[in-house]
């Protein structure tokens, strides 16, 4: 069973796997400490570290490309606020913010 894996600073959470809505619309809907302050790719407080599963994740945004730097972005470096799973598969995710 296909299922996402939020890592936090207070440990690990599984749930089931939601697609069309962005990582911090889920970490917000399960309570999860994931930070955010402006849901537009600005802040960078909700950066994401993709452990897994990156090929079943929407394309990396404008925003992203404009607050990430390359080497981030190829070391795996997301945004939480930009990230939303696509289609079904394992997914693993580490909240890990400047
Ligand atoms: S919440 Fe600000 S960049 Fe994601």
């Not at 990582?23 to 537009?40: D, Q």
């Not at 909700?46 to 090929?55: I, L, S």
Request: charged share 25%; net charge positive; glycine share 8%.
């Amino acid at each position: 069973m296909n299922q996402l894996t939020l890592l936090t600073r207070n440990g690990s959470h599984q749930m089931p796997l939601e697609t069309d809505q962005t990582i911090v619309s889920i970490a917000k809907k399960h309570k999860l400490a994931w930070g955010y302050a402006c849901e537009r790719g600005i802040c960078a407080q909700c950066r994401t570290h993709v452990q897994e599963g990156a090929e079943f994740l929407n394309e990396i945004t404008e925003a992203e490309k404009l607050r990430l730097r390359k080497a981030e972005r190829a070391e795996g470096y997301r945004l939480g606020c930009q990230i939303k799973v696509i289609c079904e598969g394992n997914v693993t995710l580490a909240h890990r913010p400047y």
